[in-house]
């Protein structure tokens, strides 16, 4: 009745680690299935950012005090922490970033803007978040080169990869999302990294979806970048980071220029840190540092495979549950699908769902999920999501799938 | 379930939702203006074709919630046959009642059904698209608006 609920009961008890889930909203216990906008906060990351402002708080770099010193251990600590959590060879190719957003727009800026010449061609997908499209837009528009798409297929969501070697012939950068925010598409960006690498290409890997939620090596992906943020893995808003291969990243121009990035600075000309300072301008997020390294302790404490196998087996539990449904239309593959689930149901508004469900203490995200392009390719204007994190249970599936029932009936009155 | 959203979802919207008025396009010479609401994707064109001072023919396509399909579709209802001067003023008129639930029942006729928009704050953009829309058309004024301008937040707290 209630799935997997036995098999997943070290998570379920998990649930009091995050205070935010512990309230009532409209009357109801909430349920919190927006995760793949943001994920709640365990104590343990709440109570780091609080104890480095209590008792470490002061700035990184070149301070030669006490606090100075300890801001900057545990900063650079976070660093080499980020650099284990992704398989990075060292620290120096994690440069802390606002989130996954940022690192894109820097890789767009410092790498492409530097590398790039008209003519010169990207290779991206049809599902990608705005936030792996509109910076190529932009970089695109600012250096005269174009932008081409692996097309998605049907209701389904997977890329189609038929003609994928002859895309990426003679691209010179390739970049895709590791998991879909709005099918959930696990895409299987080894294979395509592999491919685009032997072509010549440059990889990116979004994983704002999947760090936090799978085992990540991006040496095993093979990639050249890769970004993510904190704050949809249990970390701090305002945190995020941006993984490059060492050698491209000697080869970048910086990407803001101010304090923290320079060597050596005259009144004519500068000289540029060492990467990855070189990428850092300015104070960073030192306690979002703090408390991104305690989320990724949190999280391998419980470990990535057991977060990874949950998601699978309550999307698969929601998709079937939200599949009895009369007139609702599920989009993104049936299985194997990372923890979110996608729909549309009847000819009832994405935004009419999310305000019914929201009355009875259900947080789900309606809209176009910053995937415009991709919605218009599936000839919706916009669909209801509902996206799991480690603390959701099999009994909130339920709830979820017996509220649609009743918003259905609200409707068809 | 949702009894306590009755008030906003009141039975003539949800008819007027499932089985919108004047839903079709119209051929030129009407004004075509698209309205957008960037934030949740809603769409509407609104095709208004006037006959000198007054309002001749009013129709809309496009895709939205309850709210703004309901809204789209008694607008076109209300302002069909009326003059420039008191298309501006039902507009007036049902901006104040969707962001400060102040109704005159007798001057907004159908249109009061919508008075409960007030209470949901985040909804007044919906209810408000297609009158963008229409002002615009008659005005004369850009070919595509939004629900970003100012004054549809609702009332301040």
Redesign the interface.
């Known amino acids: 009745m209630t799935g997997g609920a036995e098999a997943f009961a070290d998570l379920e008890a998990r649930r009091g680690d995050f205070p935010a889930l512990d309230q009532e909203v409209n009357g109801n216990r909430l349920v919190y299935l927006d995760n793949a906008a943001t994920s709640q906060k365990p104590r343990a990351v709440i109570e780091e950012v609080r104890r480095f402002y209590e008792r470490d708080n002061s700035n990184v770099h070149r301070g030669v005090h006490e606090l100075s010193n300890r801001a900057t251990l545990g900063f650079e600590g976070a660093r080499r922490r980020a650099a284990e959590f992704i398989g990075a060879a060292t620290p120096e190719e994690i440069i802390f970033t606002r989130g996954t957003t940022e690192g894109i727009n820097l890789v767009a800026a410092a790498w492409a803007g530097r590398h790039l010449r008209p003519g010169d061609r990207i290779l991206l997908t049809e599902m990608e978040h705005h936030s792996n499209l509109v910076p190529w837009q932009i970089l695109a528009a600012r250096v005269g080169a174009e932008i081409e798409f692996v097309p998605v297929v049907g209701d389904e969501g997977l890329l189609d990869l038929s003609g994928f070697d002859a895309r990426v012939r003679g691209a010179r950068l390739f970049a895709c999302t590791h998991i879909s925010n709005a099918l959930g598409t696990i895409n299987p960006v080894k294979e395509l990294c592999a491919r685009a690498r032997a072509a010549g290409a440059v990889a990116l890997v979004d994983a704002a979806q999947s760090a936090g939620h799978a085992p990540l090596d991006v040496r095993e992906i093979g990639c050249d970048f890769l970004a993510f943020s904190g704050h949809k893995m249990a970390g701090p808003t305002g945190i995020g980071i941006l993984y490059g291969r060492r050698e491209l990243l000697e080869k970048m121009d910086p990407y803001q220029g101010g304090g923290e990035m320079i060597s050596s600075v005259h009144f004519e000309h500068s000289a540029w840190a060492p990467v990855p300072h070189k990428f850092e301008a300015g104070t960073p997020d030192i306690s979002g540092a703090f408390g991104l390294r305690a989320a990724m302790d949190y999280l391998d404490a419980i470990g990535r495979e057991r977060i990874m196998a949950h998601d699978l087996a309550l999307a698969e539990y929601a998709y079937a549950r939200l599949a009895e449904i009369p007139g609702i239309r599920l989009l993104g593959p049936a299985r194997g699908r990372a923890g979110l689930v996608s729909f549309v149901l009847g ?6 769902v999310v ?2 469900a929201d ?2 203490g259900i947080a789900l995200r ?3 999920h910053c995937t ?1 392009p991709l ?1 218009r390719r599936l000839g919706v ?2 669909t209801v999501r509902a996206s799991f994190y480690l603390y959701n249970t099999f009994a909130e599936v339920d709830r979820l799938a017996d ?1 649609l029932r ?2 259905r009936r ?2 068809s ?1 | 379930m949702f009894e306590d959203l009755d008030e906003l979802y009141q039975e003539v919207i949800r008819e007027h939702s499932s089985h919108p008025r004047n839903f079709r396009a119209l051929p030129a010479p009407a004004r075509a203006v698209d309205g957008h609401n960037p934030l949740c994707g809603d769409q509407v064109r609104l095709f208004v074709e006037m006959d000198g001072e007054r309002v001749k023919d009013v129709g809309f396509t496009g895709q939205g919630c309850a709210i703004s399909r309901a809204s789209a579709s008694m607008m076109t209802d209300a302002i069909k046959g009326k003059s420039r001067a008191e298309v501006r003023e039902a507009f007036g008129a049902f901006h104040e009642m969707v962001t400060t639930g102040h109704c005159d029942e007798g001057k907004m006729g159908k249109l009061a059904v919508f008075s409960g928009v007030h209470k949901f704050p985040v909804r007044v953009k919906c209810a408000m698209l297609a009158w963008h829309a229409a002002l615009s058309a008659i005005e004369g004024g850009a070919p595509e608006v939004t629900t970003e301008s100012p004054g549809d937040e609702g009332p301040k707290p």
Do not use: K
């Open positions: 000819d009832i508004h994405a935004h009419d305000m019914l009355r009875v309606g809209g176009h415009q919605h204007e916009s509220v009743e918003i609200y409707f009155r």
